[in-house]
């Protein structure tokens, strides 16, 4: 049973708008929420996270947004660049010991 | 440079033969990782360790096993028994504790059974 989800496989936007990637979860005892990004053949690189106490967490131009009625998370990216395009995967943090990954979101920001 | 390492990036081996994936760390972090990704899907958690000599099997651990004598190293064996190896596998590591601790990933390693 998956317990994070990303139902969007890819997402398409256009150069200097936003760019919102979605993720749904089903355990309400996760204790952090993160956002990776990963390019072909390497490794997840770690982008922005947010506590579960919280449901906003800024850095930059990535925003992530928490609604835990709604067991909902989402990241904001503004602007979108062409440098952005990558597969974003959502996880979440369980016990502090233990990660769930979704499936991903390929992103392909247009020039 | 501190961060984590797998060999090689591409391994091939022939059906029924069993495989060994090397993880190493420098970063003196206690907790270690392995993921398995496939196309389509998100990382699946195959086996962790949290300190030395001890580990955990994760939601896919059938077909696979690991030893963790050192903090700085995590190997994976891909057995026999695993009835679909061929995969992109990813070892990651983070500090233990009770607060959060980032995950770092290694590069990867793609096995391709033939």
């Known amino acids: 049973d998956q317990q994070v989800k990303q139902n969007s496989p890819s997402l398409s936007v256009q150069e200097g708008r936003i760019s919102i990637l979605n993720c749904d979860y089903t355990n309400s005892m996760f204790d952090y929420f993160l956002w990776y990004k990963k390019y072909p053949a390497e490794g997840p690189t770690f982008l922005i996270s947010?506590?579960?106490?919280?449901d906003k967490n800024e850095d930059g131009r990535f925003t992530v947004f928490l609604n835990k009625s709604a067991k909902h998370l989402s990241l904001h990216i503004v602007p979108s660049q062409p440098g952005d395009s990558a597969v974003y995967f959502c996880?979440?943090?369980?016990?502090?010991?233990?990660?769930?990954f979704g499936s991903g979101t390929k992103l392909n920001v247009k020039p | 440079d501190g961060g984590i390492t797998q060999s090689p990036k591409y391994l091939f081996r022939k059906e029924g033969q069993n495989v060994t994936l090397s993880c190493e760390q420098n970063l003196n972090h206690d907790a270690m990782y392995w993921y398995r990704q496939d196309p389509g899907q998100g990382l699946r958690l195959i086996y962790y360790?949290?300190?030395?000599?001890?580990?955990q099997k994760g939601d896919i651990a059938e077909g696979y096993s690991v030893s963790r004598e050192k903090k700085e190293s995590f190997p994976l064996t891909v057995t026999s028994a695993q009835k679909n190896p061929t995969a992109f596998y990813l070892c990651?590591?983070?500090?233990?504790?009770?607060?959060?601790?980032?995950?770092?990933f290694g590069p990867g390693t793609r096995l391709t059974v033939l």
């Open positions: 990651a590591s983070t500090r233990s504790g009770l607060s959060y601790n980032e995950q770092f």
């Open positions: 947010i506590s579960s106490i919280k």
């Open positions: 996880a979440a943090l369980y016990n502090f010991n233990k990660f769930y």
């Open positions: 360790s949290q300190i030395v000599n001890d580990f």
